[in-house]
């Protein structure tokens, strides 16, 4: 028996029990699809069915900030399954090969690609993918199985998936859910984003709607590599405009990547922070935030000042770097938008535009959990408990498993987030779900047989 949710070609089978179903379809999830894919085809005895569901109506990681010449801050090494595989026909070289451009992006000397190239990169896996991914979809709801197993023990968990502006309800079954729902756009208290106040979330998508000659002035909030690279964006794009970069500490703080300070994202790193005492924990982010938070790569700042001195040297003054400031008031009047800035003192900037590259909050998963939540333990700080294979820490109450793709910062560590560590991660809950199934069906087969006639 097979369903379809409204508007999709992908086929549910609502009869079958899913070993897993992948909440979000990003690179964190798209990467558990190939490590379950590449499991399958060595292992086709003990083989693992997957469904995705995702809000988007096609694939798509950070489109709003593919700006030109915008280049990855990790190694293309670091793809959705070379540290876990390097044999892998899914990696960014079989990508470059696959397409002609080996040869070239060899010639072009760097461990670094375009995010538009990485971008296309992450497409091509996915197009791979397609049967498997049930797009312009959103899980709504988890609830336990009311049919339970001869040990007394919740069979599975039942997936409400909905198509986004369907009423239809499609119920799908699964032994395991693995949470990737990404990252959720932070704006400073009592800001509200509109058609003049745009998070950097939406910035391209918010920019092409605008002609750029009715923008003679714009203020980017923010000292990370995003409010960098849009700063740069706006003053190379809007060239007759007013650039005002609000930034918090004194100009640009540079990205530690040395090779010492990386090793602090490698798959081992992970067990450092997770076995390490409170302490360790601490350290790690005490002294290496500074490789990835509130921080921009040398070339992106060189640029900049590069930029203020040429003006410096003509006489002419467009981009305005005001240090030590943060945006306290958002005022909307008309097409003038008026934005208050606190430093030594307070001044008030007339733009038309003004983008916040503010940051995201971390994933929550507590909403999506619903009445699950009261299964899963917490620690002393109120957070989820998580196992070092990223599975949420419950009662027995719970016997199917809930993995996170992000939001365990607090339990694993700086790459929670961040591209660096999906491939081994992936492979990680793979071999979690796994080892888990293979103790079912041993226990399984250790239970007594009922009585004939029952």
Known sequence: MAALVEGSSVAVRTSALYDVIGVGFGPSNLSLAVALEEHNTH????????LFVERQESFGWHRNMLLPSATMQIPFLKDVATLRNPASRYSFVSYLHASGRLAGFINNQTFFPTRQEFHKYLEWVAAQFTDQVLYGSEVIGLRQSPASDTAGTPAYLEVDVCRRGSPLVESVRARNVVISTGL??????????????????EFLTRFRETNPADITSVAVVGAGQSAAEITRFMYDTVPHAQVYAIVPSYGYALADDTPFANQVFDPGAVDDYY???ERTRQAFWDYHRNTNYSVADD??????YRRSYDEDVRGGRRLHVL??????????????????????????IV???????????????????????????????????????????AD??????????????????????LLSNIAVRSGEITESVISHRRVERELAQALPAEPAGR
């Open 43 to 50: 292992n086709p005895n003990e083989r693992i069915t997957g």
């Open 184 to 201: 959720v756009p932070r704006m400073p208290e009592g800001i509200q984003q509109d058609d003049r106040v745009w998070h950097s979330s």
């Open 275 to 277: 076995f390490g005492t």
């Open 299 to 304: 070339e992106v700042i060189r640029d900049l």
């Open 323 to 348: 240090n030590l400031s943060r945006v306290t008031e958002v005022k909307r009047g008309g097409d003038e938008t008026r934005v208050l800035v606190s430093s030594s003192d307070v001044q008030e």
């Open 351 to 393: 733009v038309d535009v003004c983008v916040f590259a503010t940051g995201y909050h971390n994933m929550e998963a507590t909403h999506l959990l619903g009445e699950l939540d009261r299964h899963c333990l917490r620690d002393a700080a109120g957070r989820h408990r998580v196992g070092r294979d990223y599975r949420l820490v």
């Open 396 to 417: 027995p109450e719970l016997g199917c498993g809930i993995y996170l793709q992000g939001g365990t910062e607090h339990t694993h560590g700086l790459t929670s987030s």
